[in-house]
């Protein structure tokens, strides 16, 4: 069985790395863009 994943930018990539890597949450209005990566904290800014 394979595992397919979702295609994803390399400034998003980047960003949740070092989100993760800092132990800091990433606020964006795109919070699905990053839902499903391990161990990222993602915060809606929207209200």
């Given at each position: 069985?394979?595992?397919?994943?979702?295609?994803?930018?390399?400034?998003?990539?980047?960003?949740?790395?070092?989100?993760?890597?800092?132990?800091?949450?990433?606020?964006?209005?795109?919070?699905?863009?990053?839902?499903?990566l391990p161990g990222v904290?993602?915060?809606?800014h929207r209200c």
């Open positions: 069985m394979c595992r397919q994943g979702r295609p994803r930018g390399a400034h998003d990539l980047i960003i949740a790395a070092t989100a993760k890597a800092t132990q800091r949450e990433i606020v964006s209005a795109d919070s699905t863009a990053y839902r499903d904290v993602v915060r809606s």
